[in-house]
């Protein structure tokens, strides 16, 4: 029996593991050869200049864009060629560069639609009480994501940096085991950034996490690994610390920055 668990803990040993992942859109080769391994709870980010690849990356992994050649594996299970819903299933869930909420409803019943979703169950008429479980969780989640005062608000009049506080609830809703997010601090004040990454710091440390940033601020100040591309290949990986030495990387990274 205890051989039996050793050889799964050591199948299943990371939460995420791409083998040689690449991606073209026609001639050009957009993702090339990625191979890059997340243990369970481990938070890291992608970074690298305009075009480096690191949205069509992200979009391959949440199944978004199918690969064209290469392995996606999730806690050991080959997910390469399941379909977003899926991988949702699995305990995969994403943000978006642009929040994605329902603007003419409300912070909670965005919130409660998300555990609905993620949570099927036989469709009811009757309206929601406040007192369903769902209804309760909708409200928890308002509360981690720091909209606890704002539940009656209309999403689409919460500021942009509400907005993707409500996006991260909606995706805690899944009670996710890997989290990606796309450019999380996109469009944030410095106010708002700060508040982000209390947030992001505050979340289950068991929880994996991946996101794309553009800023390095909250990217570095979140995660412990960093992976950098450019043109479509990983040519670096390391601490955050490490990164910041790292001369090819500030090279090829500033330099493109200001082509
Ligand atoms: N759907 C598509 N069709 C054709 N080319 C695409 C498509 N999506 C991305 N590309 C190209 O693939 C390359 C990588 O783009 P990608 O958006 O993944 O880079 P990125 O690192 O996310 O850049 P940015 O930081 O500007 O968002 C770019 O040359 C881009 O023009």
Same mark, same amino acid.
């Given at each position: ?124 008429? $009757? ?6 479980? &769902?209804?309760?969780? !909708?409200?928890?989640?308002?509360? %981690? =994501?720091? #909209? /606890? ?83 479509? $290949? ?6 955050? &610390?490490?990164?910041? !030495?790292?001369?090819?990387?500030? %090279? =090829?990274? #500033? /330099?493109?920055?200001?082509?």
């Amino acid at each position: 029996m205890v051989t039996v668990q050793a050889t799964t803990a050591q199948a299943i040993g990371h939460a995420l593991e791409l083998q040689g992942v690449s991606r073209r859109f026609g001639g050009l080769r957009a993702v090339q050869d990625v191979s890059l391994s997340l243990a369970p709870g481990e938070r890291r980010a992608i970074i690298g200049p305009n075009g480096a690849g690191k949205t069509t990356l992200f979009n391959v992994i949440a199944g978004d864009l199918r690969p064209t050649s290469g392995t996606i594996r999730f806690y050991g299970d080959d997910i390469t060629h399941l379909p977003p819903h899926d991988r949702v299933r699995r305990g995969i869930a994403r943000t978006y560069q642009t929040p994605l909420v329902f603007p003419r409803l409300s912070v909670l019943d965005n919130l409660y639609l998300a555990v609905r979703g993620v949570r099927p169950r036989r469709m009811s008429l $009757r309206r929601p009480r406040a007192s369903d479980a &769902e209804m309760v969780r !909708a409200r928890q989640l308002a509360e %981690q =994501v720091g #909209l /606890g005062d704002a539940i009656h608000a209309l999403a689409g009049a919460l500021a942009h940096g509400q907005q993707r506080q409500l996006e991260l609830g909606m995706a805690l809703a899944a009670d996710p085991k890997l989290l990606l997010l796309d450019e999380p601090a996109a469009g944030l004040s410095p106010g708002e950034r700060e508040l982000l990454a209390g947030l992001l710091l505050g979340l289950d440390p068991g929880m994996t996490i991946l996101l794309v940033e553009h800023d390095m601020d909250v990217a570095f100040r979140v995660v412990r690994q960093v992976t950098v591309m450019h043109e479509g $290949r990983v040519i670096a990986e390391g601490t955050p &610390e490490e990164i910041s !030495a790292d001369e090819v990387v500030q %090279q =090829v990274y #500033l /330099g493109s920055r200001h082509d």
